[in-house]
């Protein structure tokens, strides 16, 4: 079956201009996630959705971040005001129910933000 | 404080050699979960292994096997007779149930480079 699937997949844009991202998660899935993967940070946890609630949004990492879900599938994760250090690999993953610990999370391509 | 380490930065072996990608992790919880994910030149990152923090049996799955040690807090990779569609970065994650949800923690990765 189809996978996580996210767009665009590479966005170029101007410091200070808003970007939507979009994240398709595993038909069926209630649980996704957003994580970042910059140069020396790593991959970080930004935001959980447990269908169209945010039950942990610790890891967004200014108020420029915001996500929302509808329907309990597509999510979309925006950025106000872009600046060069947003500059990343935006990962979106989804997994069957959220169930802690051992669901596996199945990851997108992601999407590559380069903020010039 | 939750922390997965992966001491090995960049790794580069000559095909067929075989290699072992070590990751040692942190957490007070005494149920969580490993896992090994592999991330090609694409980007998109691959599920390979979940593991529970009950089940310390080594696993094989082809030229892939695992240790998990619970006594150094190890869950090291080993891949057999490497290939050069083996080349990839390869991060441990660590999940926890605490959260109430299914966070993965990862640590920084390995960048294999296997050489024909």
């Known amino acids: 079956g189809a996978g996580v699937s996210q767009s665009p997949s590479n966005k170029v844009t101007e410091k200070g201009k808003d970007v939507e991202l979009r994240c398709d998660p595993i038909?069926?899935?209630?649980?996704l996630y957003w994580y970042r993967q910059s140069l020396g940070q790593g991959l970080e946890f930004l935001i959980y959705?447990?269908?169209?609630?945010?039950?942990?949004k610790s890891g967004l990492p200014s108020d420029r971040f915001s996500a929302e879900r509808t329907g309990g599938s597509v999510s979309t994760l925006t950025i106000q005001r872009t600046q060069q250090e947003d500059s990343a690999v935006y990962l979106c993953?989804?997994?069957?129910?959220?169930?802690?610990?051992?669901?596996?999370?199945?990851f997108g391509p992601g999407t590559r933000l380069l903020v010039l | 404080a939750q922390k997965v380490t992966q001491a090995q930065t960049e790794i580069s072996v000559v095909e067929k050699e075989d290699v072992t990608l070590d990751c040692v992790y942190e957490?007070?919880?005494?149920?969580?979960?490993l896992f090994w994910y592999k991330q090609p030149p694409s980007g998109e990152l691959v599920f390979l292994i979940r593991?529970?923090?009950?089940?310390?049996q080594n696993e094989i799955s082809g030229r892939y096997s695992w240790n998990f040690q619970k006594s150094t807090s190890s869950f090291n990779f080993t891949i057999t007779a490497s290939q050069v569609v083996d080349s990839a970065v390869y991060f441990c994650?660590?999940?926890?149930?605490?959260?109430?949800?299914?966070?993965?923690?990862f640590g920084a990765g390995t960048r294999l480079a296997v050489h024909p």
């Open positions: 993953a989804s997994s069957l129910a959220g169930r802690p610990p051992q669901e596996t999370q199945y």
């Open positions: 038909s069926g899935h209630t649980a």
């Open positions: 959705f447990q269908g169209n609630s945010a039950p942990d």
């Open positions: 957490t007070r919880d005494t149920t969580y979960y």
């Open positions: 593991r529970n923090s009950f089940d310390e």
């Open positions: 994650a660590l999940s926890e149930s605490s959260g109430g949800y299914n966070k993965l923690i």
